[in-house]
């Protein structure tokens, strides 16, 4: 158990609709962070928030969005949904920066119809 | 920016060492090599970490070159549940962008 977790574990919706994907991270770590997992890209980073703020930003699309709270934990958003959404979405949190170690959740599954 | 190269794959023997390689000629002079692993489809899990001295923790040895392009992980005494991917990063990116970067990696097939 890494600390990390993630709601919900399984997610079914149609094309065109809206998702939010939740995280909390490990007690004390201030940076969370997004990736997500296809069977045909791999583990692609999607975002990182530090403290609350945008810290990072990787291959995320504009239909995406993520914010992290005053508590920490953090949500990413995902609109206008596609097949090609379909994927596993994985948030990690580290203590500070990327340097340091991140600690993955179990992820969210999620399979867009 | 570290590019790291893996092989696709590597079988091992139940308690014999696994030695997984991986070439990162790009990676620059003050940038880490990180191993994390990935077991099915669970959350990538956290092996070790080295800048320039070989590094050892209870899960891993971690062997870097004096010329740091290449390192080797070992896995002392590979059990079944070790079967996963390997995955050895640097990071990349710059500012505003800095990230570590999954590759494919390498899938461990450890054999009773």
């Known amino acids: 158990d890494s600390g990390v977790t993630q709601t919900p574990k399984h997610l079914i919706t149609a094309t065109g609709q809206r998702v939010t994907l939740r995280c909390s991270p490990r007690?004390?770590?201030?940076?969370v962070y997004w990736y997500q997992q296809s069977l045909d890209q791999g583990l692609q980073f999607l975002i990182q928030?530090?403290?609350?703020?945008?810290?990072a930003k990787g291959n995320i699309l504009e239909r995406f969005s993520a914010q992290q709270f005053p508590d920490l934990h953090s949500e990413l958003n995902l609109s206008s949904l596609e097949l090609g959404d379909s994927a596993l979405y994985f948030c990690?949190?580290?203590?500070?920066?990327?340097?340091?170690?991140?600690?993955f959740g179990p992820g969210t599954r999620l399979t867009v119809l | 920016d570290a590019k790291t190269t893996q092989p696709p794959s590597m079988d091992c023997a139940e308690g014999r060492a696994a030695n997984l390689p991986c070439n990162h000629s790009?990676?620059?002079?003050?940038?880490?090599v990180y191993w994390y692993r990935q077991i099915h489809s669970q959350g990538p899990q956290y092996i070790i970490h080295?800048?320039?001295n070989n590094e050892t923790n209870e899960m891993a040895s971690l062997i870097i070159t004096e010329d740091r392009k290449s390192s080797t992980l070992i896995l002392p005494h590979a059990t079944l549940r070790d079967t996963a991917v390997y995955y050895c990063?640097?990071?990349?990116?710059?500012?505003?962008?800095?990230?570590?970067?999954f590759g494919k990696g390498t899938k461990l097939s450890v054999i009773p």
């Open positions: 990690a949190s580290s203590v500070e920066g990327v340097t340091d170690t991140q600690y």
């Open positions: 007690s004390g770590d201030l940076s």
């Open positions: 928030y530090y403290n609350g703020e945008e810290r």
């Open positions: 790009t990676i620059s002079g003050n940038e880490y």
């Open positions: 080295g800048l320039k």
């Open positions: 990063i640097g990071l990349t990116g710059g500012a505003g962008s800095y990230q570590l970067t």
